[in-house]
């Protein structure tokens, strides 16, 4: 492969592109989304950062939050043949900077199975058993009762 040339841009990538990059994860096999309704997250995120490799989107991250006190980190993808040459660090280091800049002081986010060490070597910490928060799986809600 020739030597990446990774640009970051805070603007909305195309939604095929996003789509592709979101399917390299595995994840919409339980969310099972369209690109239109991965868009529709996207479009609505408080801060984004997409990487791109001259024209080709090759990591993504977003926050998702009230702008004051909490901040969600989610979507963050690295396509795997660009992994481990720190575009995935520096999207989640502009991230964090970006809710830093704005005093927030809870920013969380979802970590992918595996993947703990990376965001431990960028100062997160795991949540202790007992700690605060709860998450209703997609697999237990139950379907909204039709109409009779």
């Known amino acids: ?33 369209s690109a239109d309704e991965l868009y529709r997250a996207l479009d609505v995120s408080w801060h984004m950062i997409a990487a791109y490799d001259r024209d080709r989107l090759v990591g993504f991250g977003r926050v998702i939050s009230d702008g004051v006190l909490h901040a969600f980190i989610v979507e963050l993808i690295v396509l795997p043949e660009y992994q481990g040459q720190g575009i995935g660090g520096h999207i989640l280091s502009q991230l964090t900077d970006r809710c830093k800049t704005y005093g927030i002081a809870d920013i969380q986010l979802f970590c992918a199975k595996g993947k703990a060490g990376f965001y431990e070597k960028h100062g997160f910490v795991r949540r202790s058993a007992d700690a605060p928060g709860m998450q209703l799986s997609r697999a237990i809600i139950p379907e909204p009762e039709k109409d009779r």
């Open 1 to 33: 492969m020739e030597e990446a040339e990774i640009s970051y841009t805070n603007t909305l990538p195309e939604k095929a592109d996003f789509f592709a990059l979101f399917e390299t994860t595995g994840w919409n096999k339980e969310y099972e989304l």
